[in-house]
């Protein structure tokens, strides 16, 4: 019989708070491998049920929780309550909360940006991480600062900045803009997206991730082996950062290209997703 996903509540102190996040998990408790994946903007847990079900049937364990904003009981009101520092927390406390002390690290979006940061701090816990569309910091800050083409497709940030402005621009005309922001995934898929953005102050949350957001100001190179995947039809994160990526991880390193594939890597390319942390595995 197939693994099973099982949904629980895990209460944790974070950031001076007690936050209870959601959580997915599949895959024997007992796994030698354990993965911690975290999603990115603007989607959940949900995003990681094929790479979570293909991962447990390869004999690991997998982790998926709701983070900070995206669970209805850690949605804490302020910018402040969503700098860095608090995400990695909430990845560390949850992880102690769940009694995993090392574990490979797997991150799409925000959460491989939150995923590079907890390599940063916490390098002797993560065995491994597979990295999903978004580069080191330092590499998106490179091309940032040097590339039209990533500045270009950065341009949607400076609208995320501006509360009420945002929110407005996402939700308006029966959510439009994050319906076409999603528009490569199943409609249900979508729509289930667009509908927890309706709960009590759910889209605020997610953006206050982006009004959170510093400088990466000379981020120090990563010393955990890492897999960067990159797609070329993601149309945020383009070819210049991600070639810029290898230069800043000071382990091995693996690189992998999905042609043809969008910025959903996990919902469009599970199976890649899933020889990739797999492969990484392999060789800690």
């Known amino acids: 019989m197939a693994a099973q996903w099982t949904d629980h509540n895990v209460t944790v102190t974070s950031g001076g708070a007690d936050l209870t996040f959601t959580v997915s998990s599949i895959g024997d408790e007992d796994a030698t491998d354990v993965v911690i994946a975290l999603h990115g903007f603007p989607q959940s847990r949900r995003c ?3 790479v979570g079900s293909g991962l447990a049937a390869q004999g690991l364990r997998v982790i998926a929780p709701d983070q900070r904003g995206y669970s209805p009981g850690a949605r804490p009101v302020g910018t402040e ?3 860095m520092p608090r ?12 009694g995993v ?16 940061v907890v390599c940063e701090r916490a390098a002797d816990r993560v065995q491994t991480f597979t990295a999903l569309s978004v580069p080191h910091p330092q590499a998106y800050a490179t091309a940032y600062r040097d590339d039209p083409d990533q500045r270009e497709a950065a341009a949607y940030i400076r609208i995320f900045w501006q509360p009420g402005t945002a929110e407005d621009w996402l939700s308006g005309n029966d959510w439009a803009i994050l319906r076409t922001i999603l528009g490569d995934l199943p409609p249900e898929d979508i729509d289930h997206y667009v509908g927890r953005f309706q709960e009590p102050g759910a889209m605020t949350a997610a953006l206050e ?6 400088p990466a100001e000379d981020f120090p ?9 990159w797609s070329t039809e993601d149309q945020a994160l383009r070819r210049a950062g991600a070639q810029l990526c290898e230069r800043f991880v000071a ?3 693996r690189f992998v290209v999905l042609d043809g594939v969008s910025h959903w890597i996990p919902d469009q390319a599970p199976e890649a997703v899933v020889d990739a942390v797999l492969d990484r595995v392999a060789r800690a």
Not at 91 to 98: I, K, S
Not at 221 to 229: A, F, K, L, R
């Open 48 to 50: 990681w049920r094929a």
């Open 81 to 83: 309550n969503y700098r």
């Open 87 to 98: 995400l990695v927390d909430d990845v560390l406390h949850l992880a102690d909360a769940l």
């Open 101 to 116: 002390e090392r574990f490979h690290l797997l991150g799409h979006d925000w959460g491989a940006q939150v995923g590079w």
């Open 209 to 214: 991730w982006y009004r959170a957001m510093a």
């Open 221 to 229: 190179s990563t010393t955990v082996p890492t897999t960067y995947v």
């Open 251 to 253: 382990a091995d390193y």
